[in-house]
């Protein structure tokens, strides 16, 4: 892996858990909007709304992490992109604006109308956003994108085939997703009718969600030809497969209420399916702009480099412990009383961590900046993320 390429890399990251966690929390937006009426379809509601509580507003940091790094480490690609698919880009916004406004403003409702107004805008809001950026990515991934301000059709480029299909998948995955993130959320809090009903759901999603996908290979077959050739058949045929074979496991896991595998099996096959269409478009970024061609400059992408890494020594244990709070109501952090007894060793444990972190660190950023082969900046590359990992283990231990 290149250093122009690095930057990139940790975009797609930032994408793919965007996409499962911000994902999850707008389909559990659309399952507000498909409750029904009646006692039960206001428990789901309640459910739903209160399951993303806690972490609706951090998902939107992967959002914010991914265009950070586009803009600044790939600012012609940026460039074009913004101004080309200003349309699907702006509806998202203001999709993600009267999202957050709605379900802020629902706990000071005074009466269940109020209630229900708010959760109409959320719901619609939700259903808006995933398919506006599922319409953009398809722009990109079918080669409309163009070099330039804007670099294509502010229409066709989002109102495409390619873009329609992909738009409509993003909204059946994220209502898939959610679905089985709240049966498992129902039946952690022992609620096994509750989790039954949004069983069910995600065992109809998921079906949808699987039809939409393979109908999507064949639209790209006539829409997007290079796209679906290295996807079916060249360097992008893994991911793919890998994604077929966690989708289907995921839903035989939903099927037996095994829900917490269940999430991910749905993480994964999310993850195959955005690697194998960044493995399917490399070495381009647009249709007519090469990842190398749209990099800044080698002072740029160290920076970037830097500050993601950083960052994530921040931001996963703050997420961590948020997730651990959110999941289980406590840190858990004194352990068993048996781990209780044993401090120096814990303690022995964080410096023997903190000592793979700083070897990492180290040995990382010499073979991405001074080496100059494809073989060592990939290897840069592996030891960053055993410095992300190491360090975050380390912090969290320590807190």
Known sequence: MHLYALPLFFALIGL???TVLGGADFGAGIWQLTAGEGE?????????????????????????????IMWTAYPVAFGSIASTLSVPLFAAGIGIILRGGAYAL??????????????????????LTPFALGTAVGGIASGRVHVGNPGGSLATSWLNPTSITIGVFAVASAAYMAAVFLSADAQRRSERELAERFRVRALAAGTVAGAIAAAGIVVLRFDAH?????????????????????GAATLAL???RRYEPARYGAALAVAATIAGWALAQQPYLLSDLTIRQASAGHDVQVAVVAAVLGGAVILFPSLAVLFRLTLHGRLDH??????AARPAVRAAGRGHGGRVAAAAL??????????????????????????????????????
């Open 16 to 18: 793919v858990l965007y």
């Open 40 to 68: 039960e379809a206001d428990e789901l509601r309640d459910h739903a709304h209160h399951a993303m509580g806690p972490v609706w507003e951090a998902n939107h940091v992967w959002l914010i992490f991914f265009l950070t």
């Open 106 to 127: 629902r706990a000071g409702t005074a009466t269940s109308v109020e209630r229900r107004r708010l959760d109409t805008i959320f719901a619609v809001s939700s259903i």
């Open 226 to 246: 290079r796209l679906f050739h290295r996807l079916t058949a060249g360097i992008g045929l893994p991911a793919l497969l890998v994604s077929l074979l966690a």
């Open 254 to 256: 939903v099927r037996r």
């Open 334 to 339: 004194a352990g068993t009383a048996e781990e």
């Open 362 to 399: 180290l040995a990382g950023v010499v073979l991405l900046t001074v080496a100059d082969t494809p073989w060592a900046h990939g290897v840069g590359a592996g030891l960053l993320l055993v410095f992300v990992a190491a360090g975050s283990k380390t912090i969290i231990e320590s807190a």
